[in-house]
Nanobody
Framework: VQLQASGGGLVQAGGSLRLSCTTSGRTLITYAVGWFRQAPGKAREFVAGMNWRGSTTNYADSVKGRFTISRDNAKNTVYLQMNSLKPEDTAVYYC????????????????WGQGTLVTVSS
């Protein structure tokens, strides 16, 4: 599964961005999907995930109530809607997929896309 993340950019604090993650050549319908991020000098961290059935979502405490993960299986696309952005959300964001997984922070995601940079200015 090849994943392609896009939608990053520069935004002011309080603003919004929507990240997209698409696949080529294979459907995501049987895959859990997740978003992770890595800020400069920090370890990669889980942001949000959705199980393969699309029935359960999981979020890091730091983004609950501000970020929403969703998927459009017909378009083989996963989204991360980010609202009320803060400077501490600045990071490279990665999408990932896990076949028939639960989409949690502890899941073993097998496939990763390249990152997209999100910069939030204060």
């Amino acid at each position: 599964v090849q994943l392609q993340a896009s939608g990053g950019g520069l935004v002011q604090a309080g603003g919004s961005l929507r990240l997209s993650c698409t696949t080529s050549g294979r459907t995501l319908i049987t895959y859990a999907v997740g978003w992770f991020r890595q800020a400069p000098g920090k370890a990669r961290e889980f942001v949000a995930g959705m199980n393969w059935r699309g029935s359960t979502t999981n979020y890091a405490d730091s983004v609950k109530g501000r970020f929403t993960i969703s998927r459009d299986n017909a378009k083989n696309t996963v989204y991360l809607q980010m609202n009320s952005l803060k400077p501490e959300d600045t990071a490279v964001y990665y999408c990932a997929a896990d076949h028939m997984g639960r989409g949690t922070a502890g899941s073993d995601f097998d496939y990763w896309g390249q990152g997209t940079l999100v910069t939030v200015s204060s």
